[in-house]
């Protein structure tokens, strides 16, 4: 027997297996759900065993563990990391959802629950081809599993065990089933995250609030000081940042790359509608889409200043605050942007004002070659549970985690999600398509028994 005839005669079973996987309330942000993120990764221990790993085991970390499995072949096969995680976000706001988040419910072909699209419903399409092939003898790769129930909190423990084991993580590629196909008949291989830094800037001036009468334009306003200093950040005409060597290390994509870009790129129009905005911007030269994906880019995220109650009260604030991030494309280092901004602020210089800059925490960009093998196979097995050639999907995200894991193993990610957009992940009512679901263990299966 095949894996495909398991398939079919299994489908039902595996959508009542996932279900189960998702009553487990693993919210890694909230405390009160510590208990649930231990169970959940006993349960996924538990699956992982049953579908045929040969060892199993729970790595403690400073907060959840990692769950950490393999399965041998053939000592001359090619080994394969699999990467996902088990936490998910809060279920917040819980009025909003149609039925409970942690009581699956199918509608409408589709599975609805916290964490059906992001990430379990996705890591469990792994768990399935395992158990398939391995009943079948037809999987041909070692396999090596490392998830992780800190995903949705930074992945800080991940980082450091990467850091510290890398040595011992041999391997060909990774693949991580986290992301989402362009359209549910239109099949992609994401090959480029965008890498990120994020910072707070504070602005500091008198040493108390002072009233506007008495030293309004004799007081240098620290909320004007940081608003000068934001503008001066970005080019308003080319929308080009401003610090000096920023691009210095950007790739500029051939001709024939960016027509491959272009082939996932939205609709203007239709963007411009779902957001209810009437205009779109975009660096020069490069259009909206390539903005957010390809390009680098800077968001003043939040600031905030003063005294923003009800009424008025006419002060000249003591401080004013901002948190900054920017999106890096390939090649661009975040230690090296994250230097480069702090000498940036260091020169601009406002009489009366103090700048200071902290640095909450930054990744490096993601890229995937096309012609590297474990790209072309997964495209491969894509197409024929599809019935079409997958395009390379370019993203404006950010995953850090597989950027550190690519930097030190040398290992290329292979990100082949099943999800879409619309699963409304983060959000109530978060669901996974189940002949998505079912395609994404097809494929699977396809790419690893080949």
Not at 1 to 20: G, P, R, Y
Not at 167 to 183: H, I, N
Not at 366 to 383: C, H, I, N, Q, R
Request: proline residues 7%.
């Amino acid at each position: 027997m095949d894996w495909k005839t398991l398939i079919e005669d299994n489908f039902e079973l595996f959508v009542s297996e996932l279900k189960e996987f998702l009553k487990i309330p693993s919210v890694s942000a909230d405390p009160r759900f510590r208990d649930d993120v231990f169970e959940c990764a006993d349960w996924l221990i538990k699956a992982l065993k049953e579908a045929g790993a040969d060892k199993v085991e729970l790595i403690p970390t400073e907060r959840y563990p990692l769950v950490y499995a393999e399965k041998n072949v053939d000592d001359n096969a090619p080994t394969i990391w699999i990467y996902g995680h088990y936490d998910v976000q809060p279920p917040d706001p819980l009025d909003q959802w149609t039925t409970p988040p942690f009581e699956p419910h199918i509608r409408d072909g589709a599975i609805y629950a916290r964490g059906a699209s992001d990430d379990k419903g996705q890591l469990f399409i792994y768990v399935k081809a395992l158990e398939l092939l391995n009943e079948t003898g037809q999987l041909k790769y070692n396999l090596r599993f490392l998830i992780e129930g800190e995903e949705e909190i930074g992945s800080p423990n991940l980082e450091k065990y990467i850091q510290n084991n890398y040595e011992s993580m041999k391997g060909e590629m990774v693949l991580v089933s986290d992301t989402a196909l362009p359209g549910p008949d239109k099949p992609g291989i994401t090959v480029s995250l965008r890498g990120i830094c994020y910072f707070e800037v504070s602005a500091y001036g008198p040493s108390h609030d002072l009233h506007s009468g008495t030293y309004g334009g004799a007081v240098q306003n620290p909320v004007h000081a940081l608003a000068h200093l934001i503008i001066a950040l970005r080019d308003p005409i080319t929308g080009r940042i401003m610090i000096p060597g920023f691009y210095d290390d950007v790739e500029e994509l051939s001709p024939q790359e960016r027509d491959l870009v272009r082939q996932g790129s939205w609709n203007n129009d239709e963007i411009k509608a779902s957001l209810n905005v009437d205009t779109l911007v975009s660096e020069a030269g490069f259009s909206p889409f390539e903005s957010a994906t390809i390009r680098p880019s800077m968001d003043v995220n939040g600031i905030w200043g003063g005294y923003i109650g009800e009424g008025s009260k006419t002060i000249i604030p003591a401080e004013a605050h901002a948190k900054i991030s920017f999106r890096l494309v390939a090649n661009q280092s975040w230690q090296k942007i994250n230097e480069e901004f702090k000498k940036f602020v260091e020169d601009f210089k406002v009489p009366g004002i103090r700048f200071e800059v902290k640095t909450f925490h930054g990744g490096d960009p993601v890229k995937t070659p096309l012609d590297f093998w474990g790209y072309v196979k997964a495209s491969e097995a894509m197409e024929k549970v599809f019935g079409k050639k997958p395009i390379p999907v370019y993203t404006g995200g950010s995953i850090p985690v597989l950027a550190t894991w690519q930097r030190k193993t040398g290992m290329h990610p292979i990100l082949m999600g099943f999800g879409l957009e619309s699963d409304r992940i983060h959000a109530p009512d978060e669901h996974f398509r189940l002949d998505l679901f079912r395609k994404g263990i097809e494929t699977v299966c396809e790419m690893l028994s080949s």
